[in-house]
């Protein structure tokens, strides 16, 4: 059974990098045909897809972050890790990292992905 979980600091100072990593057990995510993939909501608001990244290292970005963001992955460690740059209080949020099945994402739903961590609450303040 895979298990994703995410970590990183909570909170991060206005125009800063915000960098959160997620571990995978139980699944290599450089074999299969998953994209695993970090996802944002902040409250009130709808899940927001970040970013996606392929089995073969091919990353895939949400047009309107693309500019800030970066996934990279560690193999020997199964983690992917996201960097968010010059963040703003708009970025607080809860991400999460997930398993999912595409690259990109438009209208995102929970039941796009079928493993889920349990989710990071990042605040952005000064």
């Known amino acids: 059974q895979v298990q994703l979980q995410e970590s990183g600091p909570g909170l991060v100072k206005p125009t800063q990098r915000l960098s959160l990593t997620c571990t995978v057990s139980g699944e290599s995510i450089s074999t299969n045909d998953h994209y695993w993939t970090w996802i944002r909501q902040s409250p009130g608001k709808d899940l927001e897809w970040i970013g996606s990244l392929a089995p073969s290292g091919t990353t895939f970005y949400n047009p309107s972050l693309k500019s800030r963001t970066s996934i990279s992955r560690d193999t020997s460690e199964n983690q992917f890790t996201l960097q968010l740059g010059s963040v703003t209080p708009e970025d607080s949020a809860v991400y999460y990292c997930?398993?999912?099945?595409?690259?990109?994402?438009?209208?995102?739903?929970?039941?796009?992905?079928?493993?889920w961590g349990q989710g990071t609450q990042v605040t952005v303040s000064s």
């Open positions: 997930a398993r999912g099945f595409r690259g990109v994402y438009v209208n995102t739903r929970r039941s796009d992905f079928d493993s």
